[in-house]
């Protein structure tokens, strides 16, 4: 049954329901399921008026309104925003997930796609896909690190990418190539990146003491850690709650690492997420212990999602450690 508390169903029902909500007088806030570090499900609560702000303001940026091809999960932030944004625009949205159909379907002047990494790797590698994508006018990559190499490839092959940050909770991506959108404001205390602006969500369902967690004082206190340039450029450089983005896919890496630790022929174990091409980044485990690559991915499978086992292994003799007993990550990301 669709819906959009939370959004369920597919493309053409979700949209529809869209486009009734946002012609309501005062209509509810949609909500979003999604899984926090601990995969417990959160819904995040999003009103007509922070999705609107968030639409309107990438319509803006990219330089008018245009035809949305959807290429990713509706449920998800990423994709009620292609479905919201055509609502706004008053444009049909394409829905194959064939990048050379979706292009012959474009009608509108402008045209838009939106793609995580790990699509975008797949597609460089067919001739017809890589034209197609050169002739929008952008694609959008978020959902996970955009590698700086595969941002090469793309803008070699032509491909007008921009990479976008931000999260369910922003309504998607609210930072483009490193600058907020209109209206929206960063800073980073102590490492962590702060956000703040209309297309923040307005909490959680059920769940105020979470809310009163993540909403301080107005600013979204994220999870991210990051610096920003001399040119008001947003980096991200890495997460504080080991969350790994690997392929869209959020991998807990303390749990995948406990997972692992269970295993009767492994003495240690750590689990970390390093830069990928394909995959943004690279779910690695390290193993002191006897097990190999296959074993181990079907051992982590057998308890967790299957999109959660480690695409490397490093074998050790020992776990490298600081001086204050704690795992040497950076020594650990040199292995990998």
Known sequence: MSSLRPVSGDAGEILELLREWDAAVDPEPLVIETSGSTGRAKRVLLSRDAMRASALATQERLGGPGQWVLNLPPTHVAGVQVLYRSVLA????????????????????RSYLSLVPTQLHRLLE??????AMAAFDTVLIGGAAFDPSLRSRAEGAGIPVVSTYGMSETCGGCVYDGHPLAGVEIRVDEGHVLLRGPVLFDGYDDDPELTGATLRDGWLVTHDLGEIGPDGRLRITGRDDDMVTSGG?????PAVADRIRAHRSVISAEVLGVPDEQWGERVVAFVVGDLDLDGLREWVAADCPREWAPRQLVRLT??????????????LR???
């Open 90 to 109: 008053g444009t049909e949205p394409v829905t194959t997930k064939d990048v050379v159909r979706a292009r012959e379907l474009i009608v509108e002047d």
């Open 126 to 131: 067919v001739p017809a896909a890589v034209a």
């Open 249 to 253: 896919v959020n991998v807990p890496a």
């Open 318 to 331: 020992t776990v490298p450690m600081l001086s204050n007993g704690k795992v040497d990550r950076m020594a």
């Open 334 to 336: 040199e292995l990998a």
